[in-house]
């Protein structure tokens, strides 16, 4: 099975992606880490990248599908791929589409963290004094979820047209959201 979760920054997509991965076998593919691994190793995909991504907008299209498809392509991947912030745009979504049908896979769901700007904010500036994300501070956070507000509706009603989108109540606890996730995942595996 291959899940996308979505939502705006803060949301908890990480934390409950660690989650599924651990509960149903899956593999994380955060695309946000892979860009911040580049940056941080110095390569000249992440000089290029990291101004982009400190004022909270997007990379290209293009490098963040060069980055995905390497892992979909991976046969120890094939259908147990956890999307964390891929897609973000509807042409990303149309491009995940592409790919995901060259290697012969689909999306299974779409997991929709609804959270509100002030929780948002909140869960950003916690983060910022934990894990030092130069793009962790209330400015670029209003900025990134912007940008997520921006996109999201079209990918959104992709999603919606093909019945694979469920939304979640990303206000509650960690455990509640593992609940729900839970039963939702359990009824489609069936
Ligand atoms: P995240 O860790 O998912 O919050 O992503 C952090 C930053 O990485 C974003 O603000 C973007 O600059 C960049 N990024 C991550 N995923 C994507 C994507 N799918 N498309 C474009 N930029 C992305």
Same mark, same amino acid.
């Given at each position: 099975? =291959? ?5 705006? #920054? @803060?949301? @908890?997509? @990480?934390?409950?992606?660690?989650? /599924? ?6 593999? *994380? ?7 911040? =691994? ?7 995909? @992440? =000089? ?8 909270? $907008?997007? !990379?290209?299209? $293009?490098?963040?599908? =060069? ?16 999307? &964390?912030?891929? #897609?973000? +745009? %509807? ?5 995940? &589409? %592409? ?5 012969? *896979? ?8 609804? !959270?509100?700007?002030?929780? !948002?904010?909140?869960?950003?500036? +916690?983060?910022?004094? $934990?894990?030092?994300?130069?793009? &962790? ?23 919606? *047209?093909?019945?694979?989108?469920? !939304? /979640?109540?990303? $206000? +509650? ?14 009824? /489609?595996?069936?």
């Amino acid at each position: 099975m =291959n899940i996308v979760i979505f939502g705006p #920054p @803060g949301a @908890g997509k @990480g934390t409950q992606s660690k989650f /599924i991965v651990d509960k149903y076998n899956l593999y *994380q593919l955060s695309t946000g880490d892979l860009l911040r =691994n580049e940056i941080k190793n110095k390569s000249s995909l @992440g =000089n290029k990248i990291s101004s982009i991504m400190n004022s909270g $907008e997007l !990379v290209s299209d $293009e490098i963040v599908s =060069n980055l995905i498809e390497k892992f979909i392509s991976n046969k120890d991947y094939k259908d147990k791929i956890i999307f &964390d912030g891929y #897609p973000r +745009t %509807i042409s990303q979504a149309k491009n995940l &589409d %592409i790919l995901l049908n060259k290697y012969n *896979q689909k999306i299974n769901i779409v997991l929709k963290l609804s !959270v509100s700007l002030e929780t !948002v904010k909140k869960r950003i500036l +916690t983060r910022q004094s $934990e894990e030092k994300r130069a793009d &962790d501070n209330e400015q670029v956070a209003i900025k990134r979820f912007k940008t997520y507000e921006d996109a999201s509706k079209n990918v959104i009603n992709y999603y919606n *047209q093909s019945n694979l989108l469920k !939304v /979640i109540n990303g $206000e +509650t606890s960690i455990t509640e959201i593992n609940t729900e996730i839970s039963g939702i995942i359990d009824a /489609i595996k069936g």
